[in-house]
Structures are given as structure tokens and as C-alpha cells.
């Protein structure tokens, strides 16, 4: 199994920081892209952010460029998301994503987190 673990999630005000970690462990045999979604109640769980671990290619929700900063460290099967400037609609669950394979599972699978909550509110 691939497991993902988020942290880092809380409250902060409008138009400050935060960032968000999350780290991989289990049977992993490989991960080339991980990322970061999330969802506001009501609404459908969005893409914020991608990273492919290959090439550490980036690509970002046009809502959070600029703002946003994905990152990852390979050798500790980590990825972060830097949020900066955040705003009131920022305010989501954030869900680690992670596509790969299980060391005896040849099957290239989406493996969820559980969520971290950020709530951006004065």
C-alpha cells in the first residue's frame, strides 16, 4: 500500500502564509506526478497543483498562480505546497494526490491523503 499523510493545515489570515506538507510512505515502487486538490463544501475537489518528479515540471490552477509554489524532495517522498497571499476562497480541505505504483502492484493508481483543513479567515 501507498499511503499519503498531510499536515501543516490551520487558520491564518487573509493575505498570509501557510504550507502544507505531505509525505509518502508503504510499498512505494515509483511516483511520477504528485500534487495537491482541494475542496470547499459545496463544491467539487479542484486541481491546485501538479509537480512530475521526472522533469519537476509545475503546473497550477489559474486561481493560485502566482501566489502557490509547489515543491517535493524526492528522497524523502515529500511533497509541499507553499501558499502565500492566501485569500477567504483559498478555504478548502487540501488533499494530497500521488500517482504511482505499489512495489507488487503494476497498476499506475491515484492515491489520496486524508486532507488538512486551511481555513483563511480574520
Known amino acids: 500500500q501507498v499511503q499519503l499523510v498531510e499536515s501543516g493545515g490551520g487558520l491564518v489570515q487573509p493575505g498570509g502564509s501557510l504550507r502544507v506538507s505531505c509525505v509518502a510512505s508503504?510499498?512505494?515502487?515509483?511516483?511520477?506526478?504528485m500534487g495537491w486538490y482541494r475542496q470547499a463544501p459545496g463544491k467539487q475537489r479542484e486541481l491546485v497543483a501538479i509537480?512530475?518528479?521526472?522533469?519537476?515540471?509545475?503546473n497550477y490552477a489559474e486561481s493560485v498562480k502566482g501566489r502557490f509554489a509547489i515543491s517535493r524532495d524526492n528522497a524523502k517522498n515529500t511533497v509541499y505546497l507553499q501558499m502565500s497571499n492566501l485569500k477567504a476562497e483559498d478555504t478548502a480541505v487540501y488533499y494530497c494526490?500521488?500517482?504511482?505504483?505499489?512495489?507488487?502492484?503494476?497498476?499506475?493508481?491515484?492515491?489520496w491523503g486524508q486532507g488538512t483543513q486551511v481555513t483563511v479567515s480574520s
Open positions: 494526490n500521488a500517482f504511482g505504483q505499489g512495489l507488487t502492484d503494476p497498476i499506475w493508481r491515484n492515491y
Open positions: 508503504g510499498s512505494i515502487r515509483s511516483i511520477s506526478i
Open positions: 509537480i512530475i518528479d521526472s522533469s519537476g515540471t509545475t
